[in-house]
């Protein structure tokens, strides 16, 4: 299977709560909106709560 280029994304590994993965799943397929898109909400929205910026400089 060949490997597909993201612009802008990176893939990463975790794991979830059962229940909570399993809420994430009814979300994006009752709103058809992928579960990386909703991910990204999430994210933004916990850091926001914690004061933290988005860091824009990913270079290494």
Same mark, same amino acid.
């Given at each position: 299977m060949a490997k597909r280029q993201t612009v802008n994304r990176e893939q990463t590994s975790t794991?979830?709560?059962k229940h909570l993965l399993a809420t994430?799943?009814?979300l994006s397929?009752? !709103?058809r909106i992928p579960k990386s898109?909703?991910?990204d909400e999430a994210l933004e929205l916990l850091f926001e709560k914690h004061g933290k910026r988005i860091v824009?400089? !990913?270079t290494e």
């Amino acid at each position: 299977m060949a490997k597909r280029q993201t612009v802008n994304r990176e893939q990463t590994s975790t794991s979830l709560d059962k229940h909570l993965l399993a809420t994430l799943n009814e979300l994006s397929k009752e !709103t058809r909106i992928p579960k990386s898109l909703l991910f990204d909400e999430a994210l933004e929205l916990l850091f926001e709560k914690h004061g933290k910026r988005i860091v824009t400089d !990913t270079t290494e």
